[in-house]
């Protein structure tokens, strides 16, 4: 399963199964056109958090078994103690001080792959939040000028219609 071929095969297959186009796989996933034919041409693979995202949308199949082999290749690449193997003697899964519920379970590289997630998360709010501040800004500027605008017209003599 891990030769970049037959990830992309399952990609493609996983999309037509899902009956949508490579932009609706982009949308459903929020990533791009471009990425979508990488992954299915084999240039890529989708990172951990694309590949949990399709896992979620594709129904039980032979398509998903292999997209859940995937996700464990992938996860132990990138968490090398891998999920689920966090033992009470695991280095990295003791709890940490003040750590509570199951996010003191994790094993470090999970917790390592989730900060990064969290960080990649954080720079695309904040994106937004600029986007839309200047979008604000651009909207009260038009708003302004509609209403001085408004003013001119109100203040020019009419013409009396015979």
Same mark, same amino acid.
């Given at each position: 399963?891990?030769?970049?071929?037959?990830?992309?095969?399952?990609?493609?297959?996983?999309?037509?199964?899902?009956?949508?186009?490579?932009?609706?796989?982009?949308?459903?996933?929020?990533?791009?056109?471009?990425?979508?034919?990488?992954?299915?041409?084999?240039?890529?693979?989708?990172?951990?958090?694309?590949?949990?995202?399709?896992?979620?949308?594709?129904?039980?199949?032979?398509?998903?078994?292999?997209?859940?082999?995937?996700?464990?290749?992938?996860?132990?690449?990138?968490?090398?103690?891998?999920?689920?193997?966090?033992?009470?003697?695991?280095?990295?899964?003791?709890?940490?001080?003040?750590?509570?519920?199951?996010?003191?379970?994790?094993?470090?590289?999970?917790?390592?792959?989730?900060?990064? =997630?969290?960080?990649? #998360? +954080?720079?695309? $709010? *904040? &994106? %937004?939040?600029?986007? !839309?501040?200047? /979008?604000?800004? =651009?909207?009260?500027? #038009? +708003?302004?000028? $509609? *209403? &001085? %605008?408004?003013?001119? !017209?109100?203040? /020019?003599?009419?013409?009396?219609?015979?």
């Amino acid at each position: 399963m891990s030769t970049p071929g037959n990830v992309a095969l399952l990609i493609r297959r996983l999309r037509q199964r899902l009956g949508v186009s490579q932009e609706g796989l982009a949308r459903l996933l929020n990533a791009t056109k471009g990425a979508v034919q990488h992954w299915e041409r084999g240039r890529n693979s989708p990172d951990l958090a694309r590949l949990l995202a399709l896992r979620e949308l594709c129904p039980r199949s032979r398509e998903r078994t292999q997209l859940d082999a995937l996700i464990r290749q992938t996860q132990a690449r990138v968490a090398p103690l891998g999920v689920g193997r966090a033992t009470a003697g695991a280095r990295g899964s003791r709890k940490t001080p003040g750590a509570t519920g199951a996010s003191a379970a994790f094993p470090s590289g999970e917790l390592k792959l989730l900060w990064h =997630q969290h960080q990649r #998360l +954080q720079r695309q $709010v *904040a &994106e %937004l939040r600029d986007t !839309l501040r200047n /979008r604000d800004e =651009q909207l009260r500027i #038009l +708003q302004d000028l $509609v *209403a &001085e %605008l408004q003013g001119e !017209l109100a203040s /020019r003599p009419t013409k009396a219609v015979r």
